[in-house]
Nanobody, 131 residues
Framework: QVQLVESGGGSVQAGGSLRLTCRVA????????MGWFRQAPGKGRVGFAQ??????????????GRFTISQGRFAISQGNYGAMLSLQMDSLKLEDTAIYYC??????????????????WGQGTQVTVSS
């Protein structure tokens, strides 16, 4: 069973930085896609960054040059590892305010980030950017 647990988030002034992390356990490490989505008040959930097993990353224009997605590993138990998905957010803007979700799927990334294509989700974390 694939489980995702997010951490990070919080409040920051415009122009500041925040870092989100997501621990992913149970995902096949040979072929997968992990991504970040966000949902602003009154709007739908939108994907803006994703990364695959080959470490290829993709960004939406809205965050390109400001956000960085990366991945690593963490030890679940001896000889058993999970994926650590991270999102470094710099030069934050007011419009970045949203609930942020990490997501994963057991297949490669596509050119689009449709939330329906991701069966596994983190619990969400609030990011608030103020002036």
């Amino acid at each position: 069973q694939v489980q995702l647990v997010e951490s990070g988030g919080g409040s920051v002034q415009a122009g500041g930085s925040l870092r989100l992390t997501c621990r992913v356990a149970g995902l096949d490490d040979h072929n997968y896609c992990m991504g970040w989505f966000r949902q602003a008040p009154g709007k739908g959930r939108v994907g803006f960054a994703q990364i695959n097993a080959d470490d290829n990353a993709w960004y939406a224009d809205s965050v390109k040059g400001r956000f960085t997605i990366s991945q690593g590993r963490f030890a679940i138990s001896q000889g058993n590892y999970g994926a650590m998905l991270s999102l470094q957010m710099d030069s934050l803007k007011l419009e970045d305010t949203a609930i942020y979700y990490c997501a994963a799927r057991p297949s490669g990334c596509s050119l689009t980030t449709n939330s329906d294509d991701f069966p596994y989700w983190g619990q969400g974390t609030q990011v608030t950017v103020s002036s």
